[in-house]
């Protein structure tokens, strides 16, 4: 099972560049989501999609796009990067019909704004 | 607004030992919560899921326990080894957005 994958693992943009990172699952869930990880500070949410064609924003949606046109996909699109945004991201996925179900993590992408 | 604290940030012990990890959360009315692992440089593992109606879950070495009503869980690692050194995570799930809030995790490090 391929599980959650995030594409690219690495990556590296000037300031004012804009790029959408990667996120797909393979297991039917309805509710998928993107998150930063930051040190000392945890995952924060940055947006969250129920299922196709309906997204929310989460606790940091400043500077990010989102978009779910299939259950399985869901792109996270910086507009035009800056510093702040240097972080690891990771995109999560549950079964949401169910509230009580256990959430699944991608590896990761780790991005630098220089 | 739902806050999630671990305590401690940073554990050292000695291979063998059985250890207890904390997670306390201030917003009692969680759907559940998950314990992660995350090792240097790569994404979280699950480790365990213990619904809100549950006391405690177990998985192999490890035990989880949940108190629901004082807003605590703890993370029991039995008869620890090398091999447990990573960062451990726990979350909360709220209701609304059905998103998971998060702990700033503890640091674990086991001495061979």
């Known amino acids: 099972n391929a599980g959650v994958t995030q594409t690219p693992k690495f990556q590296v943009l000037k300031t004012g560049q804009s790029m959408t990172l990667q996120c797909a699952q393979d297991?039917?869930?309805?509710?998928m989501s993107w998150y930063r990880q930051d040190p000392g500070m945890g995952l924060r949410l940055i947006h969250y999609?129920?299922?196709?064609?309906?997204?929310d924003q989460g606790e940091v949606p400043n500077g990010y796009n989102v978009s779910r046109s299939t259950t399985e996909d869901f792109p996270l699109r910086l507009l035009s990067a800056a510093p702040s945004q240097t972080s690891v991201y990771f995109c999560?996925?549950?079964?949401?019909?169910?509230?009580?179900?256990?959430?699944?993590f991608g590896q990761g992408t780790r991005l630098t704004v220089v | 607004k739902q806050e999630v604290t671990q305590i401690p940030a940073a554990l050292s012990v000695p291979e063998g030992e059985n250890l207890v990890l904390n997670c306390s959360f201030t917003?009692?009315?969680?759907?559940?919560l998950q314990w992660f692992r995350q090792d240097p440089g790569k994404g979280l593992t699950s480790l365990l899921l213990?619904?809100?109606?549950?006391r405690e879950q177990t998985s192999g070495r490890l035990n989880a326990s949940l108190d629901k009503s004082s807003g605590r869980s703890t993370l029991y690692i039995a008869a620890s080894q090398p091999g447990d050194s990573a960062t451990y995570l726990c979350?909360?799930?709220?209701?609304?957005?059905?998103?998971?809030?998060f702990g700033s995790g503890t640091r674990l490090q086991v001495q061979p």
């Open positions: 917003d009692s009315a969680i759907y559940n």
């Open positions: 999609s129920v299922g196709a064609g309906i997204t």
């Open positions: 297991m039917n869930h309805e509710y």
């Open positions: 979350a909360v799930r709220g209701s609304g957005r059905r998103a998971l809030t």
């Open positions: 213990i619904q809100s109606s549950q």
């Open positions: 999560a996925s549950s079964y949401s019909r169910v509230m009580n179900t256990e959430a699944f």
